[in-house]
């Protein structure tokens, strides 16, 4: 048997060894188990299908109550979510944004839609998230303040937002982060989209910076169809955030009148019916995702060669997608051990191509990557569903 053959069959025994017997495994699956009928069904008895209905404002009160805000404003998707929050956040045509290469390409596609130019910077292998010693070592040398505008030396373009991702569910390191982008002047909107349930040294992610967004797309630990969110503490952004994707519809009993560039972003109702019913098994559902990572953490503990990858103590993870890093010395093996899992009905997939290397961005500005290029060509996913664990 080459090695490979190896690798392949022991990563196979220890994905059994943590599930329960199946024909085959999904990456990730929803799971409706509670009120998800009854609540679609009440919008089509109804007839509030739309944009207009009663779970809309349920499941904003309901969203801001479970992630420790003050205000969710939930609209069509997490991209459109990120654009609008980036917008808030006064990210304007020629601003740059501050972004880590490894996330999924919406992350700096929301950027290119608010007409600015993703910066894309290097993760750390800690929590997958920004890796925040280099960011300061960039800003520190690769920028000056002018008039309190933090602005690329470089480019001499401002650079106006950073987005750290919460990869995986795994937190980035917040507070550190803030405190640097603080001494820059550079406003924190968090991609929180993975992160439902998450708490980084005992808070929930989502309320550590200016914004963050959510997002409840199927694949997401819960989801509304398509949908996403903005979640925020503060007063006057989240009464923007409902202008802004509502088409800036000035409230009038019968005229239409729109005081801006609006957009058509709401989350219809029947989605937000969905997303009532989902959030309410939110505690369970992230209770059982943490419960497989511990699976497969005990049954990877002894195989050589990889790490299965668990969180920090000052983490507490919703664990969405769980992760296997590959040593440097196996790491070309990889594909052949995507190969053999594929073929054998267990679907486990590379991480993401870094979006400095995809054809719309590759003339951006991007720092070392080094750590984003390790994780990238070491990292596989598991499967990873609720239904997965008991
Ligand atoms: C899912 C996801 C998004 C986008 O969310 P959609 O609802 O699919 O638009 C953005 N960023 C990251 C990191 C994601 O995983």
Same mark, same amino acid.
């Given at each position: 048997m080459s090695l490979s053959v190896n690798l392949s069959a022991n990563i196979e025994q220890a994905i059994r060894a943590a599930l329960p017997p199946r024909e085959r495994y999904a990456l990730h699956e929803p799971a409706f188990a509670g009120n998800e009928w009854d609540y679609v069904k009440s919008c089509l008895d109804e007839g509030w299908? #739309?944009?207009?209905?009663? *779970?809309?404002?349920? *499941?904003?009160?309901?969203?801001?109550?479970?992630?420790?805000?003050?205000?969710?404003?939930?609209?069509?998707?997490?991209?459109? @979510?990120?654009?609008?929050?980036?917008? !808030?956040?006064?990210?304007?045509?020629?601003?740059?944004?501050?972004?880590?290469? !490894?996330?999924?390409?919406?992350?700096?596609? #929301?950027?290119?839609?608010?007409?600015?130019?993703?910066?894309f910077v290097d993760s750390s292998a800690h929590d997958f998230g920004l890796d925040v010693a280099k960011l300061r070592e960039l800003l520190v040398s690769q920028t000056r303040i002018v008039d309190g505008v933090c602005v690329n030396k470089q480019s001499g373009r401002p650079v106006r937002a950073c987005v750290p991702v919460h990869v995986f569910g795994h937190a980035c390191r917040m507070d550190d982060l803030l405190e640097l982008c603080d001494e820059f002047g550079i406003a924190v909107?968090?991609?929180?989209?993975?992160?439902?349930?998450?708490?980084?040294?005992?808070?929930?992610?989502?309320?550590?910076?200016?914004?963050?967004?959510? #997002?409840f797309n199927g694949n997401k630990i819960m989801t509304t169809g398509g949908g996403g969110a903005i979640l925020t503490n503060n007063a006057e952004l989240?009464?923007?955030?409902?202008?802004?994707?509502?088409?800036?519809?000035?409230?009038?009993?019968?005229?239409?009148?729109?005081?801006?560039?609006?957009?058509?972003? =709401?989350?219809?109702?029947?989605? @937000?019916?969905?997303?009532c019913a989902q959030l309410e098994l939110m505690g369970e559902?992230?209770?059982?995702?943490?419960?497989?990572?511990?699976?497969?953490?005990? #049954?990877?503990?002894?195989?050589?060669?990889? =790490?299965?990858?668990?969180?920090? @103590?000052?983490?507490?993870?919703?664990?969405?997608?769980?992760?296997?890093?590959?040593?440097?010395?196996?790491?070309?093996?990889?594909?052949?051990?995507?190969?053999?899992?594929?073929?054998?009905?267990?679907?486990v997939r590379p991480i993401w191509t870094l979006l400095c290397d995809l054809p719309m961005y590759t003339a951006c500005q991007s720092d070392d990557l080094t750590g984003a290029r390790q994780l990238a060509a070491a990292t596989l996913n598991l499967p990873s569903s609720v239904e997965l664990c008991p």
């Open positions: 299908v #739309s944009s207009v209905g009663a *779970f809309v404002d349920r *499941f904003e009160a309901d969203l801001a109550a479970f992630a420790e805000v003050n205000y969710a404003v939930v609209c069509v998707n997490g991209t459109a @979510a990120l654009q609008v929050a980036l917008q !808030l956040a006064g990210v304007r045509p020629g601003d740059e944004v501050l972004v880590p290469a !490894l996330t999924f390409v919406a992350t700096a596609n #929301s950027i290119a839609y608010c007409g600015a130019a993703p910066w909107i968090e991609d929180a989209t993975e992160a439902l349930g998450s708490r980084y040294r005992g808070r929930h992610v989502g309320g550590w910076g200016l914004a963050s967004v959510l #997002s989240a009464r923007r955030a409902k202008h802004l994707t509502t088409t800036a519809k000035v409230p009038h009993a019968y005229e239409y009148v729109h005081d801006e560039l609006g957009y058509n972003y =709401r989350m219809p109702n029947i989605n @937000a019916a969905l997303g559902f992230v209770r059982r995702k943490r419960a497989l990572a511990e699976r497969y953490a005990t #049954s990877f503990a002894e195989l050589d060669d990889v =790490r299965f990858y668990v969180e920090p @103590a000052t983490h507490e993870s919703n664990y969405w997608l769980n992760a296997l890093v590959l040593d440097a010395a196996v790491v070309g093996q990889r594909d052949a051990v995507l190969e053999h899992l594929n073929a054998r009905r267990i679907h």
